[in-house]
Each structure stands twice: as C-alpha cells, then as structure tokens.
C-alpha cells in the first residue's frame, strides 16, 4: 500500500517546512527551462516555442496551485470566514491536465491519446491529494451576534490598518514610524484575538472604530503636510500621543485574554456540575 498522505491544511499550517511542500509544481519548471535553452541553442524553433508555452502552462498551474493552497489554509485558520470566491485549486488541477497534454503531445511529440491518458491522470492526481477548494462559508451566528457584523467589522478594521501602512511609507520621521509600527501590530494581534472569540466584537467595538479610525486621521493628516513645517511641540504632543494609544491596545489585550479566561472558567465549572449531576 502507497505509504504517500493526503494534503491536509489544518496539519501541515503548524509545519511552514510543510506547507511549502505545496510549491513542488515549480519543480516541473526546471526540465522545461533547460529544454527551452536547449532547442534554443540547437537553433530548433518550433520545439523552442513549443517549450516556451509549456513552461507557461505549468508556471500558471504552481502559480494557481500556490494560490489555492494560501487561500485554504487562511480559510482553516479563521473562525469565521466566508468561502473563497476564486477557486484556485480547480484552476490549477484543470491546468495541471492542460499542460501535462500539451507537454507531452506536443512539446513532446507523443501520441495524442497518451498525452490525453497522462494529461487525466495528472489533474486526478492533483485532486486525490489536494482535494478541491473550500465551498461552505463559516458563518455561525454566536449568540445575538450576526457572523456577517463580525466579518465586517473586522474587514473595516483591517482596511483601516492597511490604509494607515500606506501613509506609514511617506512619513521620514523614525521614530514616529517605529510608534505607529508597534501600536498596528497590537492593533492586528487584538483583531485577531476578536477573530478567534467573535463573541468579544461588541465590546471591543470602541476599539475598532475609535482608537484605529483615529490613528488613521492623524496619520493622513500628518503626511498632508511638509514635515519640516511640522513643529516641534506638535511631534512630541503626537509622539506622547501614540504612547496612550500603545497602552490602551495593551490593557485592550488584557481585557480580551482575561475574558477568555473567564470563559474557560465557566465552561469548566459547566461541565464539572454535569459530571456530579
């Protein structure tokens, strides 16, 4: 019996070694590559292009391949999220059988049926081991909370801190930009923690659309103006600034890992009176 395991996401996303296993179809590129230099060197030009849209073929399908298997394991990782819209894999397994014919019936000059017989067996193979790409959304309401209010929310918030990362790249001032870089990364590590309990949404609802809507002002405004006219009082008002913020996204943390400890908690002392009972 084949001793070779199905491609699993939500085991391998603890192993990055193993998640990158799921680039090996850009191994098919270099026997490509070095056929192309070779019918170029040997001056044979229909083999040169047949080469050069074989190796187009296969880059697409690892591209393609690649991005289902992100696109998956963001899925798995998330509490919730909707289904992707793009089906990748699908993609890149059709490609798979598409360049796998054309490679071997045409660059390949082999028979047109073997390269059919081949070309099926590769994107058979390709699903049997990846599977096809994720179809039902995860959306379960948790209690009164709506899953949709969840996701937007929290896709506003994000679209926020990307915004505020743009505007980071026009700023000169270091240490104002080592200041907005630690207060995003604990504004992303709180939406997180809000990804993985939805259930703390409401409360951290304060958090999200005044503290990082905030942040986003003042940035915007910040590099609508020539730094050098900026001054002095007013940076170290702005530098004191994001040192508040940077202490209430830490007691926000707190809160949040406090409360979910509180959840445990009950949950606990659930299932211990179930016990006794």
């Known amino acids: 019996m084949s001793k070779a395991k199905r491609y699993n996401p939500t085991i391998e996303q603890d192993n990055p070694l ?3 296993k799921g680039n090996f179809l850009y191994i098919f590129l270099l026997p490509l590559f070095i056929a192309i230099v070779m019918s170029l060197l040997m001056l044979e030009i229909k ?10 073929l ?22 919730l999220t909707k289904a992707p819209k793009t089906p990748y894999k699908l993609m890149a397994g059709v490609l798979l059988g598409v360049s796998t014919f054309f490679s071997a019936s045409f660059a390949g000059y082999q028979d047109i049926l073997i390269g059919l017989f081949l070309g099926v067996v590769a994107s058979i193979g390709y699903f049997l081991y990846y599977g096809f ?5 995860k959306l379960e309401n948790i209690g009164d909370i709506s899953a949709e209010f969840v996701l937007e929310t929290l896709a506003t918030a994000r679209g926020k801190l990307s915004s505020i990362e743009e ?4 700023i000169k001032d270091t240490k104002l930009k080592s200041q907005l870089r630690v207060a995003i990364d604990k504004a992303y590590k709180i939406l997180t923690n ?3 309990d939805p259930k703390d949404v409401r409360v951290a609802r304060k958090f999200i659309i005044v503290y990082i809507d905030g942040i986003k002002k003042v940035t915007k405004s910040y590099i609508e103006m020539d730094e050098e006219d900026i001054k002095e009082d007013t940076k170290e008002r702005l530098y004191s600034l994001l040192s508040d913020v940077e202490k209430r996204f830490d007691k926000e943390i707190i809160r949040l890992k406090k409360n979910n400890q509180f959840d445990l908690d009950v949950h606990i002392d659930v299932l211990q ?4 009972n």
């Open 47 to 56: 083999a040169f292009i047949f080469n050069i849209i074989a190796f187009g």
């Open 167 to 170: 505007d980071m790249t026009l």
């Open 133 to 137: 790409d994720p179809r039902g959304d």
């Open 194 to 196: 809000i990804e993985a």
């Open 18 to 20: 193993k998640i990158k």
């Open 273 to 276: 009176e179930q016990i006794k």
């Open 58 to 79: 296969f880059f697409a399908t690892a591209k393609a391949n690649a991005m289902g298997l992100d696109q998956e394991l963001d899925y798995y990782t998330k509490t």
